[in-house]
């Protein structure tokens, strides 16, 4: 039986200053072609719109909330609530200046910086 430590994977901080943990991937699991992370968007920051070519994801709100952009629209986002993003979709996340936006993010296949692509 294998079990990751969240509290043990190294934080990535993005230069739009999201944090990002692998809950298990590829390079730290025995997962091989999906990976999980717990995300953190710090209050009023956004995520720099973006794509993937291949990569399929799906955000799940844990706890705060923000404005998503998906293929050009837009929906407010809150706990427990998802959304799919398809291959190929522009999309980008701001958080609430009041609070942290905090999500599970899943891909399929598993996240590479090789697949995000910026404006």
């Known amino acids: 039986m294998e079990i990751v430590r969240l509290a043990d994977q190294?934080?990535?901080?993005?230069p739009d200053r999201a944090i990002a943990r692998q809950i298990a991937a590829p390079g730290n699991s025995r997962l091989r072609s999906h990976?999980?992370?717990?995300?953190?968007?710090?209050?009023?920051?956004?995520?720099?719109?973006?794509?993937?070519?291949?990569t399929e994801e799906v955000y799940h709100v844990v706890s705060g909330g923000g404005l998503m952009h998906l293929a050009g629209e837009e929906a407010e986002l809150g706990p427990g609530?998802?959304?799919v993003i398809h291959p190929g979709e522009r999309h980008a996340i701001t958080a609430h200046a009041e609070s942290d936006l905090v999500m599970i993010v899943t891909?399929?296949?598993?996240w590479s910086a090789e697949d995000q692509f910026f404006d």
């Open 10 to 14: 190294p934080a990535y901080v993005a």
């Open 107 to 110: 891909c399929v296949p598993a």
């Open 35 to 54: 990976s999980i992370a717990h995300i953190t968007i710090p209050a009023g920051a956004s995520v720099t719109p973006h794509v993937h070519r291949v």
């Open 81 to 83: 609530e998802t959304v």
